[in-house]
């Protein structure tokens, strides 16, 4: 049995669900799904991506992966299963679940 870890500086009142209702993911401070990438399609609190009152110690912080120029994130091409997170590889198939492009 895997133990889940919760993060105590986690405000859990303020999160923002992706829009993507078969997703698991919450908006991150760049107005993005920290699961599956996509833009969220509501109105953003003008709080939200602030530090709140009981920030993380510098050396206990991680460090947040970007989405660049060079992660070709425009270029990927989603699983054709829509109940499905994953992207299509090299091979045609769906990296999640195996499914063919089609």
């Not at 206990?60 to 997170?85: F, Y």
Request: proline share 7%.
């Amino acid at each position: 049995m895997t133990e889940i870890i919760f993060d105590e500086n986690e405000n859990w009142e303020k999160r923002i669900l992706c829009s993507d209702e078969s997703c698991i993911g919450t908006i991150g401070p760049d107005g993005r799904c920290k699961e599956c990438g996509k833009v969220y399609e509501g109105k953003l609190p003008e709080d939200h991506g602030t530090v709140s009152s009981n920030p993380i110690a510098p050396a206990e912080q991680k460090p947040e992966k970007t989405v660049s120029e060079d992660d070709d994130w425009e270029k990927r091409v989603l699983c054709s299963d829509e109940a499905c997170i994953g992207v299509i590889g090299p091979d045609g198939k769906c990296k999640e679940c195996g499914k063919p492009l089609k």
